[in-house]
T-cell receptor, first 114, second 113 residues
């Protein structure tokens, strides 16, 4: 198993540009999450999904959109990039109701908006 | 709403010594999970240890152990025989009825030779 994979690893955007952060998991997990981590801070939840076709907002959803058309993929879309979106983005997944209650994290995407 | 507080932004310890990282949380739920995650410079989030609130026994994983005080809503992490590879950010996290994690702001741990 590759676990949770994210692409790209790094990206620099200009203000107003758009991009999609990709996230894929091969563990057949039903729940998936997107977090952002600002410098010196913990992770904050942007959006999450409890299954294909179902998504919901987290703590900091403004400026982002998500979709979940398959169990494996959970892309995060930035439509009009702003400097405030400069952050490290983490995707995570969990098998809800599973024995370990452990969220598995991807390696992160460092995004800079200039 | 649940909150997680880590009051120590930075800690340091000498190799082979013991260090304790503090975490407090606030919740009205009675059944929940608590976690400590390690984030080394590679940025990868690594689960160190977990504790189920209904278990009175403190969790232990090799050199890592917790002191879980449910009434006080306290969940500290003790690292024994500290190693240079333990240098990292450590995050305390809470999971209640939903499967969403609430993170603290982290403690940066530096292990010195």
């Amino acid at each position: 198993n590759a676990g949770v994979t994210q692409t790209p690893k790094f990206r620099i955007l200009k203000i107003g540009q758009s991009m999609t952060l990709q996230c894929t998991q091969d563990m057949n997990h039903n729940y998936m999450y997107w977090y952002r981590q600002d410098p010196g801070m913990g992770l904050k939840l942007i959006y999450y999904s409890v299954g294909a076709g179902i998504t919901d907002k987290g703590e900091v959803p403004n400026g982002y959109n998500v979709s979940r058309s398959t169990t494996e993929d959970f892309p995060l879309r930035l439509e009009l990039a702003a400097p405030s979106q400069t952050s490290v983005y983490f995707c995570a997944s969990i098998l809800a109701g599973g024995p370990n209650n452990e969220q598995f994290f991807g390696p992160g995407t460092r995004l800079t908006v200039l | 709403a649940q909150t997680v507080t880590q009051s120590q932004p930075e800690m340091s310890v000498q190799e082979a010594e013991t260090v304790t990282l503090s975490c407090t949380y606030d919740t009205s739920e009675s059944n929940y999970y608590l976690f400590w995650y390690k984030q080394p410079p590679s940025r990868q989030m690594i689960l160190v240890i977990r504790q189920e609130a209904y278990k009175q026994q403190n969790a232990t994983e090799n050199r890592f152990s917790v002191n879980f005080q449910k009434a006080a809503k306290s969940f500290s992490l003790k690292i024994s025989d500290s190693q240079l590879g333990d240098t990292a950010m450590y995050f305390c996290a809470f999971k209640g009825l939903t499967d969403k994690l609430i993170f603290g702001t982290g403690t940066r741990l530096q292990v010195f030779p």
